[in-house]
T-cell receptor
Framework: AQKVTQAQTEISVVEKEDVTLDCVYETRDTTYYLFWYKQPPSGELVFLIRRNSFDEQNEISGRYSWNFQKSTSSFNFTITASQVVDSAVYFCALSEFSGGYNKLIFGAGTRLAVHP | DAGVIQSPRHEVTEMGQEVTLRCKPISGHNSLFWYRQTMMRGLELLIYFNNNVPIDDSGMPEDRFSAKMPNASFSTLKIQPSEPRDSAVYFC?????????????????FGAGSRLTVL
């Protein structure tokens, strides 16, 4: 069965520190997609990135970067020079192809607290 | 675009009462998902629809839960009768088709959620 593991339940850092959120997944699909979503204290879920299994290039977007390694089934997320506004719960998700359709399976989330 | 609209944002009810949560997906999106978020179980997929048809309801916890999508712009999640353990945040999300069909992986756009408290 598909599975997403975010082993870090909570991370606390001081502003300007770099922080990496880990995500490990399990799937038997040869084609799959991975996602990161952010849930700030206001509660909504905000899409950050989608990556397909054929594209192992790392991606950078401002202070955010993602490291996809198929060999270790990991899709880690790094925030450089963290800011207080980065405080949120971050979810990694795997797209599962089931019954002819895709659905997202979420990890348990990592709560990031960035302190001034 | 107003995004995915959910109502009510907060609901407090007593055990045994019927609860109806509502969702308006993004216009043009043809897939709709209902998720439940709790501290204990995280984000769980309850049911999803494609072109208004329920595709997978295996996540619906019990017969007390039902969901409908009578048209492309409206869906409801009903709990009858409600129980304290149903207290959670219920999210609706919608997505559009990618790559001409189910081979893609759609980006889900989530609503703000409906926080349900059953006393």
């Amino acid at each position: 069965a598909q599975k997403v593991t975010q082993a870090q339940t909570e991370i606390s850092v001081v502003e300007k520190e770099d922080v990496t959120l880990d995500c490990v997944y399990e799937t038997r699909d040869t084609t799959y997609y991975l996602f990161w979503y952010k849930q700030p204290p206001s509660g909504e879920l905000v899409f950050l990135i989608r990556r397909n299994s054929f594209d192992e290039q790392n991606e950078i977007s401002g202070r955010y970067s993602w490291n996809f390694q198929k060999s270790t089934s990991s899709f880690n997320f790094t925030i450089t020079a963290s800011q207080v506004v980065d405080s949120a719960v971050y979810f990694c998700a795997l797209s599962e192809f089931s019954g002819g359709y895709n659905k997202l399976i979420f990890g348990a989330g990592t709560r990031l607290a960035v302190h001034p | 675009d107003a995004g995915v609209i959910q109502s009510p944002r907060h609901e407090v009810t007593e055990m045994g009462q019927e609860v109806t949560l509502r969702c308006k997906p993004i216009s043009g999106h043809n897939s709709l998902f209902w998720y439940r978020q709790t501290m204990m179980r995280g984000l769980e997929l309850l049911i999803y629809f494609n072109n208004n048809v329920p595709i997978d309801d295996s996540g619906m916890p019990e017969d007390r839960f039902s969901a409908k999508m009578p048209n492309a712009s409206f869906s409801t999640l009903k709990i009858q009768p409600s129980e304290p353990r149903d207290s959670a945040v219920y999210f609706c999300a919608s997505s559009g088709e990618m790559g001409g069909g189910s081979s893609g992986a759609n980006v889900l756009t989530f609503g703000a959620g409906s926080r349900l408290t059953v006393l």
